[in-house]
């Protein structure tokens, strides 16, 4: 069964410092999603990763997949208040069927 | 970008009742639709896949005789929670893909489905 494991799973930032969320999963996959939730509302798509060594970014985040160490990972920089929410991140585990790590909360705070 | 939606957004019923889920693809024919479900500050768990013409395959620990799921057309997935009760209260997510590349979903709005 695949597992993916996020870390951490709560985040209170500080207005202007640099974070890393992290997304581990237990078996082989070359695709990687990356999503934020509001509160009450769905899934909004943030970043697709395709193959090992991908780089993706907008704005203040950037994703990242080593598909080797089986690890994404989410980098917020410069962060600010805007950024709160949860953030997701999903493996496709076969044809569009995903299994999502438990989220990670960020509050940002001044 | 590929549009999904849902209907209702918001749905209270009596316990007892059977309330009924759609989620379409607006903009483009999905052969596979999931359906998952989020508790409260949980993460989103898999239900089922719903599969245009064919029964749906469902989850380990997901009763499909409750949570019948009918896929009637290419753009069309309902999920109907039979004989709702207040354990079943959660937010219902679909989802679909174009079914091009690297199979992005595209998630719905939700359904908050409250069961007194």
């Known amino acids: 069964e695949l597992k993916v494991e996020q870390n951490p799973l709560f985040l209170s930032m500080q207005e202007g410092k640099n974070y890393t969320i992290y997304c581990n999963y237990s078996t082989t996959s070359d695709r990687l999603y990356w999503y934020r939730q509001d509160p009450g509302k769905s899934l909004e798509s943030l970043f697709v990763?395709?193959?090992?060594?991908a780089v993706k970014q907008e704005g203040r985040l950037m994703a990242s997949l080593d598909t080797k160490a089986r690890l994404s990972t989410l980098h917020i920089t410069a962060a600010v208040h805007d950024l709160s929410a949860t953030y997701f991140c999903?493996?496709?585990?076969?044809?569009?069927?995903?299994?999502f790590g438990a989220g990670t909360q960020v509050v940002v705070t001044p | 970008g590929a549009v999904v939606s849902q209907h209702p957004s918001r749905v209270i019923c009596k316990s007892g009742t059977s309330v009924k889920i759609e989620c379409r693809s607006l903009?483009?024919?999905?052969?596979?639709m999931f359906w998952y479900r989020q508790f409260p500050k949980q993460s989103l768990m898999l239900m089922a896949t719903?599969?245009?013409?064919?029964?749906?395959?469902?989850e380990q620990g997901v009763e499909k005789d409750k949570f019948l799921i009918n896929h009637a057309s290419l753009t069309l997935s309902t999920l109907t929670v039979t004989s709702a009760h207040p354990e079943d209260s959660s937010f219902y997510i679909c989802s679909a893909g174009t079914g091009f590349s690297y199979n992005e979903q595209f998630f719905g709005p939700g359904t908050r489905l409250t069961v007194l």
């Open positions: 990763l395709l193959s090992n060594g």
């Open positions: 903009d483009f024919q999905a052969t596979t």
């Open positions: 999903a493996v496709d585990m076969s044809w569009g069927k995903f299994q």
């Open positions: 719903s599969n245009e013409g064919s029964k749906a395959t469902y």
